[in-house]
């Protein structure tokens, strides 16, 4: 069975500051995708970034990487330069297969950011 | 132009009743999703229809019956409502085989509470 764990429930970060919140997952597909979305307290859910398991690069998108190590099953989220805006919860979330379908999501990081 | 649209965005109601949530995208996804939110922030998925075709039932009570009157609509019944009800119902779209990365469009979620 696939299944998301995000270990970190609350973090906090000074402004300006990068911070790695932390994923693993389990899956014993080879072909799957890994997805990072942000809930601010508004309550909308934003993607960040995707990186499939065959992408041997690890996947940025302007402050947001995404450390993918295959081996380990981890798929850690990077922000640099914290803002106060990135203050959110924080999903992981993993897609078997390399095509559309159901996202199981982790218990989300509640990220806090210090001015 | 919103992408997925949810109506209502708050719903309070009593035990016992019935509701409904209603999801339009205009993305031109073929995957339209219900996922539920509880109140830990945990989000898991309840549904999933292509093209107007049942895909995904999770283990979900027959209280709670999705209909997609098309590819663009996926609206949410919800009959005899219990306290347990009570979380944010988020629609989501998605283009399976079509995208690099199938990332899932959420809309801004319902939330509803039982009282």
């Known amino acids: 069975a696939q299944k998301i764990t995000q270990t970190q429930p609350g973090m906090f970060v000074q402004e300006k500051e990068a911070v790695t919140l932390d994923c693993t997952y389990d899956?014993?597909?080879?072909?799957?995708?890994l997805f990072w979305y942000k809930q601010p307290s508004s309550g909308e859910m934003i993607f960040l970034i995707y990186?499939?398991?065959?992408?041997?690069q690890n996947a940025t998108e302007g402050r947001y990487s995404l450390n993918f190590q295959k081996a380990r099953k981890s798929a850690n989220l990077v922000i640099s330069a914290s803002q106060l805006g990135d203050s959110a919860m924080y999903f992981c979330?993993?897609?078997?297969?390399?095509?559309?379908?159901?996202?199981?999501f982790g218990q989300g990081t509640e990220l806090s950011v210090k001015p | 132009d919103t992408a997925v649209s949810q109506t209502p965005k708050y719903l309070v109601t009593q035990m016992g009743n019935d509701k409904s949530i209603k999801c339009e995208q205009n993305?031109?996804?073929?995957?339209m999703y219900w996922y539920k939110q509880d109140s830990k922030k945990f989000l898991k998925i309840m549904f999933s229809?292509?093209?107007?075709?049942?895909?995904i039932n999770e283990t979900v009570p027959n209280r709670f019956s999705p209909k997609s009157p098309d590819k663009a609509h996926l609206n949410l019944h919800i009959n005899s409502l219990e306290l347990g009800d009570s979380a944010v119902y988020f629609c989501?779209?998605?283009?399976?085989?079509?995208?690099?990365?199938?990332?899932?469009?959420f809309g801004e979620g319902s939330r509803l509470t039982v009282l």
């Open positions: 989501a779209s998605s283009f399976p085989g079509g995208s690099a990365t199938g990332e899932l469009f």
């Open positions: 899956t014993s597909d080879q072909s799957y995708g």
């Open positions: 990186q499939g398991s065959y992408d041997e």
């Open positions: 979330a993993m897609r078997r297969g390399n095509q559309g379908g159901k996202l199981i």
């Open positions: 993305l031109g996804h073929d995957t």
């Open positions: 229809y292509n093209n107007k075709e049942l895909i």
